[in-house]
């Protein structure tokens, strides 16, 4: 049996997706910059899409800018904005658990002049409204706070986040990381208070290399990709029309069923918690208290510590029965240092290297979380007895 639970890495394409993307690729592939009617016929799935991302996050087409993927829709929100800004500030503030998309991005601005405050977490993984106040000054040009941790599945209060930043400075710039929240939650921009938003295909069941960034209509924003001037002069380069179609057709048939797919994703999770909390020395990050289901967190991540096993060890024990999770993230997965986000919530330093991150999809079964969780019945207690000393 195969068990993939590694979706919050990566999800598999929607059959429908594929089909698309090879008519495309294949029958429909002209350049949408070209005058002829290939070209018009490829520009024609282009404004579809947008039509269709605007539909889903109520806001304008022309707001929609289409990106390679979330890390370069992260990237041109902050380099872009900070540097189109910089008379009015040099001040950013982002959090301690943000993906490294940010958090590095975060880190190169520092390096060339801006300061930038990164607000702590409490033990779920949440920030604090008031310590954000605190942070806010006249100088902040800009905010990124992301909407669902991706190792955790701490949802952040957005809402409330832009309430305030828009209150205290209603030029300070707020960009929210939705690429793990987006399709499993609902966002709204202009109702939120956010400015720019960031999304990613392959986390919804589309194609890998494709993304997009919200920009808001008032939004001062410069291009980091210069070139032929497409997209508005905004993101120059030939637009990747399989992937941008692609990624347009799986959020809507994933926003199709989206109130029935997300009531099973919560009822997977809390089988599947249930059954984690019947082993010892098991531990179940981020859950929030009094909320046993997973309520207030994301629906299709669960973060669990064994004691005595490392992570290594366990996911590799788990492959060999053919289920697929992850250490962490999958950004960093290849690089072996302690997760910025486990520090951040305090985490006991013996956990740090002993953390498994599970994710659903709409395609798990709970047949496919019992073979799981009877694998890790079987082999928790035997790995334990041969970890080194």
Request: glycine content about 8%; proline content about 4%; hydrophobic content about 35%.
């Amino acid at each position: 049996m195969e068990v993939y639970l590694d979706n919050s890495a990566t999800t598999r394409v929607f059959p429908e997706v594929a089909e698309l993307m090879i008519k495309i690729m294949c029958e429909d592939y002209g350049n949408p910059s070209s005058l002829h009617l290939k070209g018009v016929q490829a520009e024609q799935y282009l404004r579809r899409a947008k039509g269709s991302f605007a539909r889903l996050l109520k806001v304008d087409e022309k707001e929609i800018l289409f990106t390679s993927g979330g890390t370069e829709s992260d990237n041109m929100a902050l380099i872009g904005c900070a540097y189109a800004n910089r008379r009015r500030g040099n001040h950013l503030i982002t959090t301690a658990i943000e993906h490294p998309a940010i958090l590095n991005t975060m880190r190169y601005l520092e390096s060339v002049g801006y300061r930038v405050t990164y607000l702590p977490v409490d033990a779920y993984g949440r920030i604090a409204t008031e310590d954000l106040r605190r942070a806010m000054t006249q100088d902040t040009i800009l905010v990124s706070i992301m909407h669902t941790n991706n190792e955790i599945g701490a949802l952040q209060p957005i809402a409330e986040a832009g309430t305030l930043i828009k209150r205290m400075n209603p030029y300070t710039l707020f960009h929210v990381d939705a690429v793990q929240g987006f399709g499993k939650a609902k966002i709204y921009p202009k109702k939120m208070g956010i400015d720019l938003l960031s999304a990613s295909g392959h986390k919804i069941h589309g194609p890998k290399g494709v993304g997009l960034l919200y920009i808001g209509d008032k939004v001062k924003i410069q291009p980091i990709i210069y070139g032929g001037g497409q997209q508005r002069n905004l993101r120059s380069g030939t637009d990747n029309v399989p992937g941008i179609a692609g990624f347009a057709k799986a959020a809507e048939l994933l926003y199709e069923h989206y109130d029935d797919d997300v009531k099973r994703l919560y009822q997977c999770k809390k089988y599947f918690m249930d059954g984690i909390r019947r082993m010892e020395g098991v531990k179940i990050n981020g859950v929030l208290p009094g909320k046993p289901d997973g309520e207030g967190t994301a629906p299709h991540i669960v973060s669990v510590s064994v004691s005595g096993v490392r992570s290594e060890v366990l996911l590799h024990a788990l492959e060999e029965d053919g289920i697929y999770v992850s250490a962490g993230s999958a950004c960093a997965a290849r690089k072996p240092q302690p997760s910025t986000t486990l520090k951040a919530i305090g985490i006991e330093k013996p956990l740090l290297e002993s953390t498994i991150r599970f994710s659903f999809s709409v395609y798990t079964t709970v047949e496919e979380l019992d073979y799981t969780l009877q694998a890790m019945y079987d082999k928790i207690p035997m790995l334990r007895k041969y970890t080194r000393r």
